[in-house]
């Protein structure tokens, strides 16, 4: 059973930081794309930032300088380092992973990992 585990949020003042995990287990081929989403209230889930297996990553424009995505194959985990944190930023943040789940299938799946709530003070 394939599964997305994450850790790491909590509640901080604004200029503070945090640092998300999440870890995938289970039975899977490959972990291709590994990303972080977050939804705030009243909102629909937005994208924060992406990394490829490579290194390659994307973020949204309002976290880009203050976010760091980062990964680690080996450990088939990734990060979302967070600092400068702004009220704004305050959500419930998925990880989000683009699976290939057996060698019968040339298609990816994407995993949701339970969410974390990152909630940022003033």
């Known amino acids: 059973q394939f599964q997305l585990v994450e850790s790491g949020g909590g509640l901080v003042q604004a200029g503070g930081s945090l640092r998300l995990s999440c870890a995938a287990s289970g039975s899977f081929v490959r972990v291709n794309n590994m990303g972080w989403y977050r939804q705030a209230p009243g909102k629909q889930r937005e994208l924060v930032a992406i990394?490829?297996?490579?290194?390659?990553?994307i973020y949204e424009d309002s976290v880009k300088g203050r976010f760091t995505i980062s990964r680690d194959n080996a450990k088939n985990t990734v990060y979302l380092q967070m600092n400068s944190l702004k009220p704004e930023d305050t959500a419930v943040y998925y990880c989000?992973?683009?699976?290939?789940?057996?060698?019968?299938?040339?298609?990816?799946?994407?995993?949701w990992g339970q969410g974390t709530q990152v909630t940022v003070s003033s």
């Open positions: 990394v490829s297996r490579g290194g390659t990553t």
């Open positions: 989000n992973a683009q699976v290939r789940l057996t060698f019968s299938t040339l298609n990816d799946y994407d995993y």
